[in-house]
């Protein structure tokens, strides 16, 4: 199956690309993806924390992804300054190592 | 009415898209690019947005607000691209029959487009430019509300004075604490996510 990948803002600057097209094999999922993408792009390592989302949605690293999906990188989102009074009621980042 | 524009925001259209016979308060928010921050001299800021998720997280908020609220309408309108400093990035609009509603959840509107809609603000600066919200510790505290800011660490701004980004590289990850750390910290006195304005519960 292919998947569309999104990256935004300080993750598009960082990895130098806005998408990229995977083909994966069937079972795949958010966690796998973004593990194959670490090894792709070893400057998503250190780019701290991201949400996922797939087709708009967000989710968290054990959503099984299907062929067409979107998939989006979703750095924090421009309210992080504010003292933004709550997270997400989903909490789907994936935390660096 | 909720939408993403290039264009200056025109706050006549929220009025009149938020306005309603049965209702009697209107309130509008405005936010705006300000000149300064963090002992920086801003010259603007620039948005962007993930088209489509973003109008949907912004629908999503107009639809929680009329649920929490006795709302008559909501209108949400975000700017993308440059913001001068002095223009409106982002309006919102409520109105209901009574003011207390419009003001609370006017105010619960903006602070949760803040949480999760994607859109992403860059602010230009005299020498440099930086992503605002993802600067924190070197992780993003916007997923990590409970993170307690400043309560045992510096903070290493993740500020790029060439635009390029090796000044990501500053290692300020190290020294965060781990979520279940950040937790502990935050119970000195940083509310959890909950704590993101309640809302009355509806009249009735």
Redesign the interface.
């Known amino acids: 199956m292919k998947v569309r990948v999104l990256f935004f803002a300080s993750l598009r600057e960082r990895l130098g690309c806005s998408e990229v097209v995977r083909t994966l094999e069937a079972g795949a999922t958010t966690g796998s993806l973004v593990e194959r993408l670490r090894e792709e792009f070893p400057d998503l390592d250190g780019a701290g924390r991201f949400a996922i989302a797939v087709n708009s949605d967000y989710t968290d690293g054990g959503q099984a992804l299907a062929d067409g999906d979107e998939v989006a990188l979703i750095p924090p989102v421009s309210g992080g300054q504010d003292r933004a009074t709550g997270g997400p009621e989903k909490r789907p980042e994936t935390e660096r190592r | 009415m909720i939408r993403l524009t290039s264009e200056p925001i025109l706050l006549d259209d929220l009025v009149r898209a938020a306005g309603d016979p049965a209702s009697g308060a209107l309130v509008l928010f405005v936010g705006t690019t300000r000149d300064h921050?963090q002992g920086r001299q801003v010259e603007r800021l620039e948005?962007?947005a993930?088209p489509?998720?973003a109008e949907?997280e912004m629908e999503k908020i107009g639809e929680e607000a009329r649920r929490r609220w006795p709302l008559q309408k909501v209108a949400i309108v975000h700017r993308t691209g440059v913001v001068p400093v002095g223009e409106a990035s982002v309006a919102i609009a409520v109105s209901s029959a009574h003011r207390a509603d419009a003001f609370e959840a006017a105010r619960f509107a903006i602070?949760r487009?803040?949480?999760?809609?994607?859109?992403?603000?860059?602010e230009f600066f005299e020498g440099g430019e930086v992503?605002?919200?993802?600067?924190?510790c070197?992780?993003?505290?916007?997923?990590?509300?409970a993170h307690a800011?400043g309560a045992n660490h510096e903070h290493a701004e993740r500020v790029s004075a060439s635009g390029g980004?090796a000044a990501?590289?500053d290692g300020a990850?190290d020294a965060h604490p781990g979520?279940g750390q950040g937790a502990r910290v935050a119970g000195g006195g940083v509310?959890?996510?909950?704590?993101?304005?309640p809302g009355p519960a509806k009249r009735d």
Not at chain 2, 113 to 122: R, S
Not at chain 2, 131 to 136: A, K, T, Y
Not at chain 2, 138 to 145: I, K, M, N, Q
């Open positions: 921050n948005y962007e993930y489509g998720m949907r602070d487009l803040k949480e999760v809609v994607p859109i992403w603000k860059k992503w605002i919200g993802d600067q924190c070197g992780v993003g505290a916007w997923s990590d509300a800011h980004s990501g590289r990850g979520a509310g959890p996510p909950s704590a993101i304005a």
